[in-house]
């Protein structure tokens, strides 16, 4: 037996446990708190009342009156301990972000509530918890993943074909979920209002400089904002399915890997280490298995045209209507801001490539 089919029978079976992801909620967090200990009771009446506060230019004055030295040292603080950057992110904006009225009920949208806002409205909820519901469409791919990484191991061809067809109906049920954004997030709202707290403070030509953290450092820090590119879903697909992409786009997507709870970034690298997908359907000769790569592949895709759609809609469309119609109830991104990804991409230009990059994983069998 040679030394590499050796190391593939004595390799550990890969797990979710491992990295702390869950069987039913995928990279949810099950069950986020809603309430801190007393001691963060300052915390938790500013954070509870961002929407009033900030719409009423109140914020600064609050954040003064409660904490003095302003939130710099200790947000920093929690941030180092949870592997984090101390910026708002996909991780604190979805997927600790949310709660069930009723939990002996379905998770859907009419049964879900952030728990926590900033302006924007039932637009604002309905984007996060439209997001939360394209992680949990997610929950069955993740598990697929792990029982395709298995079956590779053992090997069982059988059990990589099922996982392979589970997969592809995931990424089909998360772009049905993405789909409820129409209905839920008006474009308007989400180009002039909702975006701009997204946006960060690292390629934003709106703050060149970032932002000066008082009491951490002497100079300005500069962080990307929360951005779908934080999500560790379509990471952890692409690293199974062998989509590689330019060095530009994936340049950008390793280091949004940096602004994922360390857990989750790991079980991407984990997946990466595996043996590859690609080699194994290509050198099996099995038409089953490559059939089923390539419908995953195709519906990941599928997927991005879709995303990049719905990115057409919510910014390239909104722009100019919210520059001639300039209504006075919303304030306007900075100008700078126009056609960037809240990541700091331009992002017509990426989600074109990462699509067209998908499509290239295609496996054609020789001969």
């Known amino acids: 037996m040679d030394p590499q089919s050796q190391n593939l029978k004595t390799a550990p079976p890969l797990t979710l446990g491992r990295f702390h992801i869950s069987e039913d909620y995928g990279f ?5 708190l809603k309430e801190l200990p007393d001691y963060y009771r300052p915390w938790m009446e500013i954070a509870n009342r961002l929407p009033h506060l900030i719409g009423s230019h109140q914020l600064r004055a609050q954040v003064n009156e409660v904490l003095p ?8 603080e929690v941030s180092r301990n949870l592997g ?16 069930t009225r009723n939990p002996g009920r379905p998770l859907e949208i009419r049964n879900l509530d952030p728990i926590f806002l900033f302006p924007g409205g039932e637009s604002l909820r309905g984007f996060i918890l439209v997001t939360v ?12 993943l792990v029982q395709a990484v298995n079956a590779v191991l053992l090997p069982s061809p059988d059990s990589l ?52 953290y008082e009491g951490v450092s002497k100079e300005p820090l500069n962080y990307s904002g929360a951005s779908a590119a934080q999500s560790s879903v379509l990471h952890a697909f692409d690293e199974f399915l062998g989509v590689r992409h330019s060095k530009e786009s994936a340049d950008f997507l390793h280091r949004m890997r940096d602004y994922m709870p ?39 895709a599928a997927l991005r045209s879709y995303h990049l759609a719905m990115v057409t809609k919510y910014l390239i469309t909104a722009a100019p209507k919210a520059k001639g119609r300039r209504m006075s109830r919303l304030p306007g991104p900075p100008q700078a801001l126009e056609e960037r990804g809240t990541g700091g991409t331009a992002v ?17 069998q020789s001969g």
């Not at 690298?269 to 050198?283: M, N, Y």
């Not at 298995?289 to 592949?297: E, F, G, P, Y």
């Not at 990059?357 to 295609?362: G, S």
């Open 28 to 32: 949810l967090l099950p069950n986020p």
């Open 84 to 99: 984090l950057p101390p910026i708002l992110l996909h991780s604190d904006l979805v997927l600790a972000n949310w709660a």
């Open 262 to 300: 360390p857990s989750h970034r790991a079980f991407i690298e984990e997946i990466h280490s595996t043996p590859s997908l690609r080699d194994h359907i290509l050198s099996s000769g099995n038409s089953q298995l490559l059939t089923a790569h390539n419908q995953c592949v195709e519906a990941l």
């Open 161 to 212: 074909l099922q996982a392979l067809q589970r997969l592809r109906i995931s990424i089909q049920d998360i772009t049905r979920a993405l789909g409820q954004m129409h209905d839920y997030v008006d474009p308007d709202i989400f180009y002039s209002v909702i975006r701009i707290f997204f946006s960060g403070w690292k390629d934003n030509p709106a703050m060149p400089a970032g932002l000066l």
């Open 69 to 76: 030295r302003t939130l710099a040292l200790p947000l920093v």
């Open 348 to 364: 017509v230009r990426f989600l074109k490539s990462v699509r067209d990059k998908t499509l290239e994983a295609i496996l054609h």
């Open 133 to 144: 519901l394209v992680e949990k469409a997610a929950v069955p791919g993740i598990k697929a």
